[in-house]
């Protein structure tokens, strides 16, 4: 893609309510455009980078067997009436009349659908286990919505169920996401940790948070560093090793503020390996056996032909959260580096134009074009300014790394640069070979 | 996938109002499930099968060099009072108030939404042309919402925009999104016609309708068969080509009855030619001029420093109505065949099975994981049920190819079906090619 065709409307002007550097960043890379208070459009490069995290949440859920499905943006009341919830979500549910005056709602999460569905299509205990999860917009009413993207009002997100036919099966689909949430974090290049939680408006008695670390997260984080030498490739994905996973992470400290005991800490984790940090939750699971499928009657024939109601956990992770999560994570002393799995482009291309000289304007082309046929997904910075300035522009986008083309360049050798490094002088093959790594 | 393993709740029970083909079809083989009038859940089977058409839409969007991004479901009221369309779309807007008392609604189409971005974003005639799409959800209030997907009210959209300095170039974009829309329905294997078209509420002064040949369609249609001869292969993507091939599209007699003369059609087509059918419209194309961008003040820096209202153009195609307009065209004779190119697996294994004779399972299981190798998609029907129940049940999942795995099958050799032809037994090698092609 050239930049002079992205539609990427870069700008300095910043909103005064944007006050947290991921709200930041997004609207000076003009990677959102906000619509109306906690609002926003995606534009081209934020689509892509969202999109791309979408996608790695999916196939890690696809990994652990769970099938997608798409429930709409609109609900009836009804279902919420019957499992009780309509009144006591409060003004954060955004509450609608249609033309024919009946009450509808647009979904701030999906248990009380999901479970109507199933209750609806299986009957036999041998259609169990079952993950179902779908990737769709919500909306909470936020009082307040601020900080861009991390607490909006209407937001993506992956939200996933389970069915099963007793608890400790239950506890095995529950591991299993757990599974799936470490591996997705792992592959968005982030630190994070599961921490047991308190169960809140969703309810139950099994949860787990998922903090990523950032210097600039909402809570306080107590925790030791061995937790992130835990090596999930060690884990089979059976029910035992799955158990033996979930063990091993909650065998290390870790909590948040509110739980924090300064005695317990000292005493369970060494000084050398103590964290004290800051985080930022971007996923959380929950198990709460009968909560929605008693009121709500979803009851399955068990193998000795009796009814039972179905077991249940959820599991969400937000997915336009999580694009502002990682800026919080990656853009250090004002420059973005994307990890390389979500980059929006795998390499830029900076050639030093002038307006008499296009010679390292036609150079970048025919690295460009070279980069294409081996679909490397190249951006090439075509724009008619100086070096400076672009190199500034480049901090906003983030693009890990980059090839510049200008006096250090020659004949076949060109300067590549990963952001953060040293720049190299190397030749094009060379690096294909960095990028394809 | 394993059939047993699938979400697919398979019914035979369908609602009085589900009345035509496609509406029955997709409740029947568990696609969808209905959440409220006219909002449905997409299951499994279905969400796989609107996730291939919305690709493909995607890619042939890409094609023409249109950028995707992503604007919210729900919209200010205040954009539309600007055009003046808050008044004049009437009760099929969904209209909403948040807790704060604001006036918002559920976007039914974003051409208000998509000026204000680009008004605030593009300033200079440099940045022309641009075109720009999303993929999103939409609302619109029917009166009477019907014909399952094909009338609901949450409805999928493709809507794309186009921004140009002139009526010249403005009209080129228009061409592009033509030449998109029919590749788009070719990929598809649908026949579709573009016809000429009134504007309605969306306005401007050339606008085309795509509508595709369906025994069941909505609209009666008159049109020349030589239409369906034009190969697209011959049309280059200048400015020029794509002129002469609107103009060679334009040059055959299509009118739906409303303006349909028949001493005209007899006139312009023979007799041998004349095609007489119905038709259901699955895309529609504006070119509206200064309509948005003159109430909304979206002007741009001409290459002389004059101000000029932008022209524009929007572009839609159902993409969750498509779902059942296909099966409207593709279910004859009670029996579905999806399109290779959108069908939810490339291929279904159908062992016959018996309670003492698993010989035929374990064959398919190692034919499946041969295929699976591959990269072939495959479901393998692993149910306990009779060979005829089987079928049945293959004739509403419709996956064009089969391998059935009973008495014909032996040694290395297997049935290989495609629906709507005679079996033929085959090498699995040849079963491959065959998959492949």
Chains 1, 2 share one sequence.
């Not at 949860?207 to 992130?228: C, N, P, R, V, W």
């Not at 035992?240 to 300064?262: C, G, I, P, Q």
């Not at 500034?392 to 510049?404: A, E, N, R, V």
């Amino acid at each position: 893609m050239l930049l002079s065709r992205l539609f990427v409307p870069i700008t300095k002007d910043l909103p005064s309510d944007a006050k947290i550097k991921s709200h930041q960043l997004m609207l000076r890379s003009g990677m959102i455009r906000q619509s109306s208070a906690g609002i926003y459009s995606w534009l081209p490069l934020g689509f892509k980078i969202m999109k791309k995290i979408e996608q790695i949440v999916r196939e890690e859920q696809n990994n652990i067997g769970a099938q997608e499905m798409l429930m709409p943006t609109i609900q009836s009341a009804e279902i919420w009436k019957e499992s009780g919830r309509y009144k006591d979500y409060g003004d954060e549910m955004l509450r609608i009349k249609d033309r024919q005056g009946r009450e509808m709602l647009y979904g701030p999460t999906n248990e009380e659908l999901i479970t109507e569905i199933f209750r609806s299509s299986v009957k036999s205990y041998k259609s169990l286990p079952q993950l179902l999860y779908h990737i769709q917009w919500k909306f909470r009413d936020e009082m307040r919505p601020r900080f861009g993207v991390m607490r909006c009002r209407e937001f993506f997100m992956k939200d996933a169920y389970s069915f099963d036919l007793d608890e400790y099966s239950a506890k095995t689909s529950y591991n299993k996401m757990f599974f799936a949430y470490l591996k997705t974090f792992e592959r968005l290049s982030l630190k994070a940790i599961p921490m047991a939680a308190d169960t809140g408006p969703i309810g139950g008695d099994l949860s787990h948070e998922f903090i990523i670390l950032a210097d600039t997260g909402e809570s306080k984080i107590y925790a030791d560093k061995k937790i992130f030498e835990i090596n999930l490739k060690k884990f089979e994905f059976s029910k035992s090793s799955l158990e033996d996973m979930r063990k091993e992470f909650s065998s290390f400290y870790a909590v948040t503020d509110e739980k924090f005991v300064k005695k317990d800490f000292d005493k369970k984790v060494s000084k050398a390996n103590q964290i004290i940090t800051t985080g930022i939750e971007v996923g959380h699971i929950f198990y709460f056996g009968d909560k929605y499928s008693k009121p709500l009657n979803c009851m399955i024939d068990s193998k000795e032909g009796k009814k039972t109601s179905i077991k249940m956990g959820s599991y969400g992770i937000g997915v336009s959260r999580l694009v502002g999560a990682i800026i919080e994570a990656k853009y250090l002393n004002n420059v973005m580096k994307w990890p390389k799995s979500i980059s929006p482009y795998d390499v830029v291309i900076i050639p030093n134009i002038s307006k008499n000289n296009i010679e390292n304007l036609n150079k970048a082309e025919k690295v460009y074009n070279d980069l294409k046929k081996q679909n490397v997904d190249a951006l090439l910075d075509d724009v008619d300014e100086n070096m400076s300035a672009k190199f500034k522009k480049h901090d906003l986008l983030g693009i890990p790394y980059q090839i510049i083309i200008g006096s250090k360049s020659s004949g076949d050798k060109f300067e590549f640069k990963e952001v953060g490094e040293e720049s190299q002088i190397l030749k094009l093959n060379e690096i294909k070979d960095k990028l394809k790594k």
